[in-house]
């Protein structure tokens, strides 16, 4: 088994990074610090950062085919203009509840954005998954869930995997791309109790799933028929999602969080809460678009490097 280190790439000072998301349009890292309600654009070459307000909790964020982004906001879904930082509401949850929030999301390989809610108080079972497709419609795909936490989808566009993160499980689900679908769930990799909780993860382009380990300090790769392959060390108790990136998209991108530390822990881990980052060898895939699945194909990816 290989063992490395991740580096730290940006010192962030994230109380709750996540939401790592390459674009290889601009050669950019995005993420989002969920608790401050801040996204976060991080160009590594040369290094410069900006941030952006959206004024409330924002879970996580998507690509689209202009410069604009969709955010899981606390209540639905929004358009960030990158240009001028202007914020607009594109859905909102019928049936809304201030206790609950968006967490994490990923658009789908036909341009739909699947999000999951959690209760604030991370109460059992009170959030859901949803989609949003590009027209704006919100499904409610399944409820039951406590912190919905990573998606991913096989190339082949057969299967998706997803992670509530008490569950202590990845799981997959069948996957109808033309329908946006899921069925037949069941689990995939259980995470031993002292390895930390499954929390954000990435398929890597040979098909092995990249998962964060809350409370682990680690990314862990697993193969397709669920062996461990790799551990990825982060100098930080609490890694919360990964992504590749980089101009070969051999870059793993590795957010952080600060928030469940100790003051004495904050002080040992003075790094916590920043972007941390490790060649691995395995590469990435391009980030799927939002809205780029007209007519419900698979998105035209961006060529490979
Ligand atoms: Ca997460």
Known sequence: MIATEA????????????????????????FVDILRGRVHRFDPVPEQVRSYDVG????????????????????????????TGAVHTVATLDAAQPDLRFNDGKCDPAGRLWAGTMALDER?????????????????????????????????????????SPTRTIDVFDFDLSSGAVGNRRPFVRIPRDEGVPDGMTLDAEG????????????????????RATVIRVPTRYPTSCAFGGADLGDLYITTAHVKLTPQERVEQPQAGGVFVVRPGPKGRPTNRFGCGAGLQPCDRDPQP
């Open 124 to 164: 059992r079972g009170a959030g859901a998954v949803y989609r949003l497709d590009p027209g704006g419609r919100i499904h409610r795909i399944f409820g039951d869930v406590t912190i919905s936490n990573g998606l991913d989808w096989s190339d082949d566009c057969a299967t998706m995997y997803y992670i509530d």
């Open 208 to 227: 092995y799933l990249w998962v964060a380990l809350w409370g682990g300090g680690a990314v862990h790769r697993y193969a397709p028929d669920g062996r």
């Open 7 to 30: 580096a730290l790439a940006l010192d962030a000072q994230a109380e709750l990074g996540e939401g790592p998301m390459w674009d290889p349009r601009v050669g950019c890292l995005y």
């Open 56 to 83: 409330r909790m924002v879970g996580a964020v998507a690509l689209t085919e202009s410069d604009d982004l969709i955010l899981a906001v606390q209540d639905g879904f929004a358009r960030l203009d990158t240009r």
